[in-house]
């Protein structure tokens, strides 16, 4: 059998093996995976034997890397890789080898990572929340399409060798069309998710031209450097801290709504943005670190405007994206244009500036923050298509923005609202922050207002409960 017609066997028979093991993920995955990392080792091994490999360390590390990644994710992964490390010096102590210690640990070391945190990540992307399915497949079939168009280049035009003594069967022309090759493929399978994934790239680039420019705000970081490590920078304005995490400004007139910062060890975001600089000021000033990003939870005015304030990503939906290059070209002191609040927080003449989305996400998008994450999920309802909860944990906060309001002309409907509850409850939260309310809610206090909200859409309501009144006038029957 030629070496062309067992390649052809092996991917006839391997490749619906994988994809079918890719498919069902979990324990399935992991036993595919295992007998993989086995094999890889044998050839590592086998191929690595000057340096003397200690084989039952590399098999060890290998096999508890991908244990790791399958039961506890990327710490376990680490965990069971770094086992190696034990391994490999007690083997050493007590085997006869004659390699040097250096050699023999290194390549064993080597070995277990290469194959043992390469296919381990492979587990992790399959249990991603989001696409995870459409990620691990991207990763396989851009390698599978990578390796085989190379191979068939470097076969029909290859002419110049890449490592003659390595692999003398390699070469520049197939190494370069296995390259284009992996690029397209990913490129066609993410395609329909670049909002999520392509765009992270984009913001990579803003942040770093961002970061070239002058910041507004450099001599008020400056000074909070030059305080002692061991003073507490006291917030000047009626901003409250609500968790561990999460620190809070209370609405406000004219129509000023809520604003949250969420402060990680790594960074801090802001949850909206504010109606003016003015909004975003109070805020930043309360606030004992500057956010690095905001995200919205949609695009009305009265949550955006100050966003330019913030100066730092813009993490928005799609709709909300698309909104925010609306309002960039509206005329604000056109009278027309503007509502009676506007005018009271923004007097005429107006300087509006809206700050462009960096990051745009199709459905929902995770973001660590260091010691604590925020995940900003999209669920629409009758107050705007692009509305956006957020939730963060281990706080079990949810920010609820406006999405529990009435549509602009105060009108809510079954076919939205009631799923909309369903799906605010589902969350593990404890906390709730709502866009124009005066308090922090309990669950218990959310519970009971949807709760209204569904015997208002029943056609029920206590006649002196304002909460019950206002749902009641708000459905359509």
């Known amino acids: 059998m030629t070496n062309f017609t067992s390649r052809l066997l092996v991917a006839a028979v391997g490749l619906p093996l994988v994809l079918g093991m890719l498919w069902l993920g979990g324990w399935w995955l992991f036993t595919l995976l295992a007998v993989a990392s086995c094999v ?44 190696t490390f034990v391994l490999a010096f007690v083997l050493h102590a007590v085997s006869s080898t004659r390699a040097p210690t250096t050699a023999a640990v290194g390549s064993t070391i080597l070995g277990a990572a290469w194959i043992g945190l390469g296919l381990g990540f492979l587990l992790l992307l399959r249990e991603m929340h989001d696409h995870g399915r459409l ?15 190379a191979y068939f280049g470097g076969r029909l035009v290859g002419r110049h060798r890449l490592a003659p003594r390595l692999s003398p069967s390699k070469t520049w022309e197939g190494l370069l069309i296995g390259a284009v090759a992996g690029v397209f493929v990913s490129f066609i399978a993410l395609y329909d998710t670049r909002h999520k994934y392509l765009s992270v790239w984009q913001a990579i680039v ?52 809520s604003l949250c910062a969420v402060i990680g060890k790594r960074w801090t975001l802001a949850l909206d943005a504010g109606s003016s600089r003015a909004h975003t000021r109070e805020f930043l000033a309360g606030l004992p670190e500057p956010p690095t990003a905001v995200a919205y939870t949609h695009a009305h005015w009265d949550h955006v405007f100050g966003g330019v304030e913030i100066d730092g990503l813009v993490i928005a939906h799609r709709l909300t994206a698309r909104r925010l290059d609306e309002l960039a070209v509206v005329d604000w002191n056109d009278e027309a244009n503007v509502s009676d609040t506007v005018r009271q927080e923004l007097p005429a003449p107006r300087v509006v500036e809206i700050a462009p989305a960096d990051v745009v996400f199709a459905e929902r998008i995770e973001l660590d923050l260091g010691g604590v994450g925020v995940t900003v999920e999209h669920v629409g309802g009758d107050h705007c298509d692009d509305a956006c909860v957020m939730l963060v944990e281990p706080d079990a906060v949810l920010f609820l923005g406006d999405c529990l309001c009435a549509s602009p002309s105060d009108v809510l409907t079954v076919e939205r609202a009631l799923p909309l509850y369903d799906r605010i409850l589902s969350y593990p939260a404890e906390r709730y922050v ?44």
């Open 40 to 83: 890889a080792v044998h050839e590592f091994v086998t191929t690595a034997r000057p340096l003397r490999p200690l084989a039952p360390a590399v098999y060890a590390g290998a096999l508890l890397a991908l244990f790791g990644a399958e039961k506890g994710g990327v710490v376990w992964l680490l965990g069971g890789f770094l086992a």
């Open 206 to 257: 803003l942040r770093a031209r961002r970061n070239a420019r002058p910041d507004r705000r450099a001599a008020v970081r400056g000074a909070g450097r030059l305080l002692p490590c061991g003073r507490v920078r006291v917030p000047l304005m009626p901003v409250e801290r609500i968790s561990e995490h999460v620190w809070w400004l209370p609405p406000g007139p004219p129509d000023r709504p």
């Open 135 to 149: 990620l691990a497949f991207t990763v396989v079939l851009t390698a599978f399409a990578a390796a085989t168009l």
């Open 434 to 477: 709502e866009g124009h309310h005066p308090s922090v809610s309990t669950r218990a206090e959310v519970e009971e207002l949807i709760e209204k909200a569904r015997a208002a859409a029943r056609g029920d309501a206590t006649p002196d409960d304002e909460d019950a009144q206002y749902f009641l006038n708000a459905f359509v029957h």
